[in-house]
Every structure is written in structure tokens, then in C-alpha cells.
T-cell receptor, first 113, second 112 residues
Framework: GEDVEQSLFLSVREGDSSVINCTYT??????LYWYKQEPGAGLQLLTY?????DMKQDQRLTVLLNKKDKHLSLRIADTQTGDSAIYFC?????????????FGTGTLLAVQP | NAGVTQTPKFRVLKTGQSMTLLCAQD?????MYWYRQDPGMGLRLIHY???????AKGEVPDGYNVSRLKKQNFLLGLESAAPSQTSVYFC???????????FGDGTRLSIL
């Protein structure tokens, strides 16, 4: 079946690194995404990785993909208070006429000053 | 550069009323999607469209209808609103299948 799981909450101190983890079940995923949602706002695409890649780095963000274990992580270096938000992991799988996104339930990142 | 725009941002309805949520995108994307977001459940796909004049059911389509008469617009209709449809509704669009989806800011809908 299609399922994406994330831990519900992560608390870090400003300046530390944050690591948000995600596991998925469908091995036919093509892309895996990280979205950020601030209070009262929509989902902002942070970064994504193609399923044949192991790692992608984009400024303070590092995405690691372990396809064997179906594990995806997002590392935020030098975490700032402005990084406080809910982070959603999503996998893209083919479902009929289009790829569909299966979202996790989101991880609330709280950054303590 | 507006991206994906949803209207209205907030709405309160009584049970049994009808309404239409509008999504507009200015990125010339072929694919458009409607999701609902409920606490503890992430986002679930309601309906989607792979091009002008086409629509298809997603994961939770019951109680909703959609139309894509113009490429840039995707409408979500509730014919007879129910309290179970109280949610935050997000529209998204993408250039093609498998490409990243870009989201609007959401419509917060409460049904009493």
C-alpha cells in the first residue's frame, strides 16, 4: 500500500542542525519531496530528489535518500527561528493518468532561541 | 508572479448550502489538483485534472465536483455542504506529471 510516515514533533536550539525523517512504503516512487508549511499558509516546495539519487544539497538543506530502507531525511544546517514550521514529506507515484503525491502527516519543527 | 491563487480565503457555510472554490494559476501548467488538509491526516487528493476539459477522481472525491473549463482555472464545488467537509482546501498545479506541485495558500472552510 501507499503510506508515508513522519515523527510528529522535533525541537532544536537555534544554530543547531535539524534532521527530519520520513519513511515510505511504495518502492515505485519517482520523486520525493519536502514541503514547508508556516502557520496559516500554504505548502512551500523546499526541495525534491529523484529516486535514483542518494543525496541532494541546496544551501542549508541536505536531502538523503536510502532507497533500500525507503527512508528519506531532510537536514537543515544552522537552524533559525524562521525555520519553525510543519515539514511534509511526500512521495510521487504513478496512479492512473497522473503521478499523485502521497503526503506524510507532517513534522512540527520548533526552534528554540 | 502570482503563482497559484485561491479564492475565497475563508468561508463559513450552513449544512446543505452550496459553494464553489476557485483556483487560478498563471504558470501555464497542464495539471491541477484539489486537496483537503485535516489534522493528523496530511493532505488527501480530492480531484485532479490533466488538462483543460478533463477531470478525474482522487482519493476522497465523494461530495465534491470539479470543472476545468479553462486551462488556468480549476473549480471545486460542494453541492450540499456537510460538517464533515470542514477542512482547509488546497489547490496545486504542476507543469506535467511527476513535476513538483505548486500550492496556493488555502481556503479555510467551516460548515456548521
Amino acid at each position: 500500500g501507499e503510506d508515508v510516515e513522519q515523527s510528529l514533533f522535533l525541537s532544536v536550539r537555534e544554530g543547531d542542525s535539524s534532521v527530519i525523517n520520513c519513511t515510505y512504503t511504495d518502492s515505485s516512487s519517482t520523486y520525493l519531496y519536502w514541503y514547508k508549511q508556516e502557520p496559516g499558509a500554504g505548502l512551500q516546495l523546499l526541495t525534491y530528489i529523484f529516486s535514483n539519487m542518494d543525496m541532494k544539497q541546496d544551501q542549508r538543506l541536505t536531502v538523503l535518500l536510502n532507497k533500500k530502507d525507503k527512508h528519506l531525511s531532510l537536514r537543515i544546517a544552522d537552524t533559525q527561528t524562521g525555520d519553525s514550521a510543519i515539514y511534509f514529506c511526500a512521495e510521487s507515484i504513478y496512479g492512473g493518468a497522473t503521478n499523485k503525491l502521497i503526503f506524510g502527516t507532517g513534522t512540527l519543527l520548533a526552534v528554540q532561541p | 508572479n502570482a503563482g497559484v491563487t485561491q479564492t475565497p480565503k475563508f468561508r463559513v457555510l450552513k449544512t446543505g448550502q452550496s459553494m464553489t472554490l476557485l483556483c487560478a494559476q498563471d504558470m501555464n501548467h497542464e495539471y491541477m489538483y484539489w486537496y483537503r488538509q485535516d489534522p493528523g491526516m496530511g493532505l488527501r487528493l480530492i480531484h485532479y485534472s490533466v488538462g483543460e476539459g478533463t477531470t478525474a477522481k482522487g482519493e476522497v472525491p465523494d461530495g465534491y465536483n470539479v470543472s476545468r473549463l479553462k486551462k488556468q482555472n480549476f473549480l471545486l464545488g460542494l453541492e450540499s455542504a456537510a460538517p464533515s467537509q470542514t477542512s482547509v482546501y488546497f489547490c496545486a498545479s504542476s507543469y506535467s506529471t511527476g513535476q513538483p506541485q505548486h500550492f496556493g495558500d488555502g481556503t479555510r472552510l467551516s460548515i456548521l
